[in-house]
């Protein structure tokens, strides 16, 4: 059984700055990519940040400049560091990881941290 579990979100005014984290529990089987999604009430599932296993990082335009991704493969634990913070970036904050057990592969989702960015 794998789960991921965030922490880090809560309400902060604009210009501030939050620091999400994602666990993996995951030890006996491989990690590849991670990221985060978010989504925002009456809106679609979009993708923040990934990063592989690779170190390889993409960003989704809005929060190029502002968001980093990082991970840390020894604690199977993914960041995502969010500065600058605006209005538009409240949403709730899922973790998504890609993992190999034996031969297949699987996502996996956690269960979602609420980020709330206040005028």
């Known amino acids: 059984q794998v789960q991921l579990v965030e922490s880090g979100g809560g309400l902060v005014q604009a210009g501030g700055s939050l620091r999400l984290s994602c666990a993996a529990s995951?030890?006996?089987?491989?990690?590849?990519?991670m990221g985060w999604y978010r989504q925002a009430p009456g809106m679609q599932r979009e993708l923040v940040a990934i990063i592989t296993s690779g170190g390889t990082i993409n960003y989704a335009d809005s929060v190029l400049g502002r968001f980093t991704i990082s991970r840390d493969n020894a604690k199977n634990t993914v960041y995502l560091q969010m500065n600058s913070l605006k209005v538009e970036d409240t949403a709730v904050y899922y973790c998504?990881?890609?993992?190999?057990?034996?031969?297949?592969?699987?996502?996996?989702w956690g269960q979602g941290t609420q980020v709330t960015v206040s005028s």
């Open positions: 998504n990881a890609g993992i190999t057990v034996g031969t297949n592969n699987y996502r996996y």
């Open positions: 995951a030890r006996r089987f491989s990690i590849n990519d």
